[in-house]
């Protein structure tokens, strides 16, 4: 390696440590504002053994999804865990653009309700009938989420698709392939309707 080029090597290192200084500046500043609650556990879907700090540091696009669904889900009524209701609560109190929309790594090992999981056996995939196991429809089956949540359903097929560790649950890759697959059977379904 050339004189030059180590020097550049270190340079760039350099900058990228001076880089994550700063962005750890800006973060003990934020979350010195947070409000109390912040080591409370997740307990709901794929972050469930984090902690709400943790949560915002590691995906502010999903605290941001969670943030806003649970104020829909509150003015329509909507049924919600305790969990789910909880965080939505506690986050009432966080500006969010604080954080920025960038999902950071963090990392999930140790942490057992990331491990794949077989799914309920409940017939096949197609039919829908497969129970979901994580997240605030806990017990519904993936056609009830489908029918009565698009929003969530699209939530979790840009999630599964956005996802750059390749770490992903395996039963929501199932509900996401289940929901492209509804997806697709519905374009079908209208393309062979006669026209009106």
């Known amino acids: 390696m050339t004189t030059g080029r180590v020097h550049g090597v270190r340079r760039e290192k ?30 709901f879907g794929k972050y469930e053994a984090l902690t709400y700090e943790e949560l915002l540091k590691a995906d502010p696009r999903y605290c941001s999804w969670v943030k806003e669904q649970y104020k829909t889900d509150l003015q329509e009524g909507e049924e919600m865990s305790m969990d789910f209701r909880a965080f939505g609560e506690y986050l009432q109190g966080v500006q969010l653009s604080s954080f920025g929309t960038r999902t950071r790594t963090f990392s999930r090992r140790g ?56 770490q992903v649950n395996a039963q929501s890759c199932s509900f996401a392939v289940y929901i492209l697959h509804a997806s697709m059977q519905s374009v079908q379904a209208q393309k062979a309707e006669p026209p009106k």
């Open 14 to 43: 350099e900058e990228k440590e001076e880089a994550l200084e700063a962005e750890n500046a800006a973060n003990a500043e934020i979350f010195a504002d947070l409000p109390p609650g912040g080591d409370r556990a997740v307990g």
């Open 111 to 166: 942490n057992p309700s990331y491990a794949s999981r077989a799914p309920s056996a409940n017939g096949s995939l197609a039919d829908g009938k497969w129970l979901i196991n994580f997240g605030r429809h806990k017990g519904s089956t993936f056609a009830e989420v489908y029918a009565k949540h698009p929003d969530y359903c699209e939530f979790m097929v840009n999630e599964i698709l956005a996802n750059e560790d390749g």
